[in-house]
């Protein structure tokens, strides 16, 4: 196995270890790793591959995984990177279904709960700023975000619509 294949198994695996709260709190990690640690990616090539993640069906850090491992070394680093990702969730489902239920009542175990949650919520936020100050380039940026999160917080819109109007008001702006 070449050293770029393992390298992306390592990477993805440490990130799925590590990306408690779901596939927006790995982002961060996955920032960090592939832009700044490995330097796979510039910002603005992982910005998209974040876009064309989101908008494929799937769960986005799996997407994110599999997009990002083909960028760096084709259908292999795909597959390799996918499946580092997924591996550390597999093998801790498990387990953690049996804590789940065997201590789920506990206070403690609701106590870790609790501390938990917030510091995922901080993961998610961390990665809103940082992808959001990759993102944001001009003024048509911003527009284009304050107005997606305006129709998401007072509207019912399906956040798919969302992505797909998007997609046509940036055709529109930046041709």
Avoid: C
């Avoid at 009542?105 to 510091?119: C, D, M, S, T, W």
């Avoid at 100050?133 to 003024?139: K, Q, V």
């Amino acid at each position: 196995m070449s050293s770029i294949l393992l390298g992306l198994f390592l990477s993805f695996f440490r990130i799925g270890l590590f990306g408690f709260g779901g596939g927006y709190a790995m982002l961060p990690l996955m920032e960090l790793e592939i832009v700044r640690g490995q330097g796979w990616l510039n910002p603005f090539e992982f910005i998209d591959i974040i876009a064309v993640a989101e908008m494929t069906p799937g769960a986005i850090a799996i997407n994110t995984a599999t997009f990002v491992g083909y960028r760096v070394a084709g259908p292999a680093g795909a597959i390799l990177a996918t499946v580092g990702v997924i591996s550390p969730p597999l093998l801790l489902v498990l387990p953690a279904g049996w804590l789940a239920a065997r201590y789920g009542e506990n206070r403690g175990f609701k106590q870790v709960l609790q501390g938990i949650h917030p510091a995922v919520l901080s993961l998610i936020a961390l990665a809103a700023f940082v992808l959001g100050g990759e993102a944001m380039i001009d003024l048509k940026s911003y527009l284009i975000s304050g107005v997606s999160l305006t129709l998401l917080l007072f509207t019912k819109i399906h956040p798919l619509v969302l992505i797909v109007l998007g997609a046509a008001t940036g055709l529109l702006l930046y041709l």
